[in-house]
């Protein structure tokens, strides 16, 4: 009995030891073509670093543009997750993209570590492109500094709510002790039996989640960015004069349908442009089309 219940809390201590694993791009994608070439280019591109509040931010930033766009990546990404979109517009922009810290797990925390990027590069006024989670940070940026954004794309996300943090109440209380091996896995198990079958089982797409990197303390953190709240009021003059795109997919198994209904009408003067069948990565999946979408938008007058 007692050689049993050792054995046992052996099994569980072992497997709160195993780290997540992580697949190498370039081996799980062995084309030679313009998206890896495009990739081993950003990759190859050192990041700058700043230090807020004794938390280190890594940033890419590249082009010599007038005009500034920043990139939110989404909850399980990295700057390069938009390596197809830097690489499009850092010829005629200033093109910045960084990797949220894993112990960033605010609203309020993200857009401060945004603002002193922006002060230290000497950047007023800027673009702004968000998906998913960045989607949603974008948007508390633009409700916080109305004032300093141009223009912004909010992309295969969702307005303030209160559906995603009731819906996921319970499995955020078990997070914090599921051991980090068994949160890949689900994550995994997503990827293979949700993700992939709505983006058209991109092998692309596959490859570069797969090497996405993976802890137990950045899912809970950004989780907690993607359930915290803040209010935006549809009457609100400085943030309705701001030009918007919605850009969706009709086939995105993330943002439930009812958000994304939610967000048209929190931004009525918003243009809309919806992917079909493209699934929650579109900006992957159909990167020259959503990079060409994009480009249309900034280029309009307003």
């Given at each position: 009995m007692i050689f049993g219940l050792l054995m046992l809390l052996i099994a569980v201590i072992i497997?709160?030891?195993?780290?997540?694993?992580?697949?190498?791009?370039?081996?799980?994608?062995?084309?030679?073509?313009?998206?890896?070439?495009?990739?081993?280019?950003?990759?190859?591109?050192?990041?700058?670093?700043?230090?807020?509040?004794?938390?280190?931010?890594?940033?890419?930033?590249?082009?010599k543009g007038k005009k500034t766009i920043l990139f939110i990546h989404g909850m399980g990404g990295?700057?390069?997750?938009?390596?197809?979109?830097?690489?499009?517009?850092?010829?005629d922009y200033t093109v910045i993209s960084?990797?949220?810290?894993?112990?960033?797990?605010?609203?309020?925390?993200?857009?401060?570590?945004?603002?002193?990027?922006?002060?230290?590069?000497?950047?007023?006024?800027?673009?702004?492109?968000?998906?998913?989670?960045?989607g949603y940070i974008a948007q508390y940026m633009v409700y916080s500094v109305p004032e300093r954004i141009e223009k912004v794309v909010l992309s295969n996300t969702f307005p303030p709510n209160s559906l995603?943090?009731?819906?996921?109440?319970?499995?955020?209380k078990f997070l914090p002790f599921l051991p980090e091996i068994i949160l890949f896995k689900l994550s995994e198990k997503q990827l293979k039996n949700v993700i992939l079958p709505t983006s058209k089982n991109s092998k692309l797409l596959e490859a570069m989640l797969l090497n996405l990197p993976f802890s137990k303390k950045q899912l809970v953190g950004r989780f907690d960015v993607v359930v915290d709240s803040f209010y935006v009021s549809p009457s609100n003059l400085k943030i309705n004069t701001i030009p918007k795109l919605i850009i969706e997919s009709d086939n995105d198994p993330l943002v439930p349908p009812i958000l994304r209904e939610e967000i048209k009408k929190l931004y009525p003067n918003a243009k809309i442009y919806t992917f079909h069948n493209e699934g929650h990565f579109p900006y992957?999946?159909?990167?020259?089309?959503y990079s060409k979408i994009i480009d249309a938008f900034l280029n309009e007058s307003n």
């Open positions: 497997l709160y030891l195993i780290p997540a694993s992580q697949t190498d791009f370039f081996q799980q994608y062995t084309k030679n073509d313009s998206y890896s070439s495009s990739l081993r280019i950003i990759r190859n591109t050192p990041l700058k670093t700043i230090e807020v509040d004794g938390v280190t931010w890594n940033y890419f930033m590249d082009g990295t700057y390069d997750l938009w390596w197809n979109q830097l690489s499009y517009f850092k010829n960084f990797t949220l810290p894993v112990s960033v797990n605010s609203l309020e925390k993200s857009k401060k570590g945004i603002l002193k990027i922006l002060e230290k590069e000497g950047v007023n006024r800027f673009h702004l492109v968000g998906t998913s989670m960045g995603l943090k009731k819906e996921n109440a319970g499995k955020r992957v999946t159909d990167a020259q089309n």
